[in-house]
């Protein structure tokens, strides 16, 4: 819970978020042409950044980056936990447990990597930490980059494809320790006079999905939760948030009934359909880290079904043309299988081996297709195999003998088991990017050759990409509290959401620079091409994209934009790519005026 140095500080600190609530007007904001970085005149001095220690009760704190240990010249250096770190070091849970290191290492611009042969500055990470723990410390943190020109991110986890979690020359709020789940049994929104009959749980800002997953299912409740167990609810919800069960309930932002956020005026308000409700509509959708800070949400819970679902490989010895037209073939039969009740969260290989397949040997020209797994809630593994099969059957009939099959029906009793049995700890610390594209009927059951070419373009040939079928007729008609949310209009016309990824060897500028040029100009651009009136899922999607606020917000962008002006006139919080960070840009490590 919160605490605060002095009883009578927080009776203050109260009074102060009551007064600001009447009286919103930005207070003392600095209009320097950069934001203040250390060792130049407007930086805060040491007991400026002391007495916001002692009014968070000591909260707040100097990061080291957690790879100076592997470092002689840090003062962490430490040459028997270096080891340690070096071997967490590429798994995920290091990254999102740590207060500043990244998921992906490219976000900390490799400033501290865990070896000794390179340079740990260490200017990639925040100056200082708050590691808050409930709303208060949050409004005083953002309230002191308001008014001291301080560069001002939030952390959650760490997950972030865009790199919106973390950046040089900052204050960071930190919300990981910011915990708490509660359930209900039908919810009021504060300030509505009505109560909606549903399940709900309200979820911290600290909170993960493997937690919220865990607990919901101990109460035969399921949510709609995104694929890895570590992300949080904050950027998931701001971002749109899909998962195995959006294709049955709609996307996570269109299952929040409430929020608690702290403004970028330091205001902390509960927003939801009866009160600030375009504050309400911008934030489930709009983005992280952009109209203030989520202290915490509440979403609804469904009662748990058991799931089915089929594991269906394609595997063949050959990248030959065969193997691009029978995964085109496929993809095609997507909004066919979307209205059977089926969704998917797939893979397409270029190179592969499988056991199961009798592919052993590793042998580049191997190729595979993973719908890993087939499932619904309301579908059987008999009725989910069958339709699978029947597609399988018709994508491979022109080539006999040369495609392989397996398919592994199995039927969980619940989301969580489901997701226990096929999401294990994922990957991190690699230098890595992200790219996306959502397509639409037209895309897919167009012509045929085309989208066999954008898919073959759009698969790097060292990696895979991944056809999640997670949209269709649910997402589509989904109606959010209030009648409507920001996310991206494409997603109520999508049924795939696409994407692929590319990576480089830290510290190789021109290795970076040739993977986001491939990534930006040729994989994505041939989808961009297939479906130019489409756009992409903000959380994961090449930060590079043209004309992003078009692609990640279509229509909804101006609206976005004026609400953001309104709300944060003064950008104190900024970020990219976000909504109304045009005015900014970065400079080296420096965050500027344009
Ligand atoms: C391995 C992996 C698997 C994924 N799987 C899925 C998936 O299945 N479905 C899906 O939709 N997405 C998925 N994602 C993308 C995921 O939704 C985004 O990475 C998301 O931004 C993570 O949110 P976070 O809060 O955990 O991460 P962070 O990096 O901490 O934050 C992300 C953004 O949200 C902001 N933010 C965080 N907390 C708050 C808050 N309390 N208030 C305001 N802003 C906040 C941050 O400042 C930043 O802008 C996946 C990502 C990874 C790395
Ligand atoms: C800032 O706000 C405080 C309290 O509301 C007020 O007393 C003060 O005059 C304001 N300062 C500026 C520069 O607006
Ligand atoms: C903040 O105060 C705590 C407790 O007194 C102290 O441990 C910590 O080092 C301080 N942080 C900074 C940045 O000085
Ligand atoms: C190095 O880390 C180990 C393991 O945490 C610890 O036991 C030891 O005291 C540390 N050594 C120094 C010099 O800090
Ligand atoms: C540093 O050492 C690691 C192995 O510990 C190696 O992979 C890497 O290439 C080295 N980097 C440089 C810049 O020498
Ligand atoms: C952050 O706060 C939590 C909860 O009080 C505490 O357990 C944790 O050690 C703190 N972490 C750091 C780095 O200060
Ligand atoms: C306003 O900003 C100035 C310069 O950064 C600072 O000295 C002063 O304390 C600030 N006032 C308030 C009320 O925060
Ligand atoms: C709730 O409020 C609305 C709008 O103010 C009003 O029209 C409606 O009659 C109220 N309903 C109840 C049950 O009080
Ligand atoms: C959940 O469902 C199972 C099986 O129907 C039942 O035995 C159990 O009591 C339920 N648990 C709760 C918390 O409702
Ligand atoms: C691929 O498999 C087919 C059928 O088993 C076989 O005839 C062919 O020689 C194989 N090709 C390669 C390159 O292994
Ligand atoms: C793989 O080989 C094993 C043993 O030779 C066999 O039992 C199995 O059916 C084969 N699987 C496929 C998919 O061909
Ligand atoms: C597969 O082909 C058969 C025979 O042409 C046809 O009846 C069936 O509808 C096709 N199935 C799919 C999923 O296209
Ligand atoms: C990342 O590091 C490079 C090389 O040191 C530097 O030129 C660049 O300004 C840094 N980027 C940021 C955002 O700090």
Redesign the pocket.
Known sequence: MCSLGRLIAFGLLAQVAVRANANPTPNNSSHSTCRAIPGLPDWPSDSSWASLNSSLSGRLFKPIPPGAVCHPDQPTFNATLCPMVQAEWLT?VFH?DDPVS???QNWNNDTCLPQANVTCSGEGYPIYVINATCAEHIKIGVDYARRHNIRL??????????G??SAPNSLSIW?HHMNGLSFHEGFAPKGCNFSIDTHAVTAA?GS?FGEMDLQASLRNLTIV????E???????L??????ALSATYGM?ADQVLEME?VTPRGEILTINECQNQDLFWAIRGG????F????SATIKAFPATPFAAVTFLVGTNTTSDAYWSVIAYILSQYPSLSGQGIAGIPFILPSFTNVELNITTPVAAYAGYFFMPLLSPSNSSATLAAAITDVFNNATAPFPGQFKVIVLPKTYPDFYAWFKDTNGP?DGGSDALVGSWLLDEKALTGDLNSLKEAIKAFTPPDSYSGPYLVSGRNVWDSVPRGGSNSINPAWRKAYLHFTNSVSWEPLDPAGKAKQEDFLTNTYTKALRDLAPDMGA?V??ADPNTPNWPHAFWGDNYSRLLDIKRKVDPHDVFW?TP?VGNERWEEVGNMLCQV
């Open positions: 995920a999102t990244a998921v992906q991110i939030v952390k959650a986890t760490g997950h972030d494809h865009n919106r979690s919300t800002a993960q939760a995104g694929n890895s570590t992300v949080g609810p904050g950027g998931y701001t971002g749109g948030g899909h998962g996570g956020i983005g992280g880290s952009t203030g800070v989520i202290t994922l899922y959380n994961e970020c976000c």
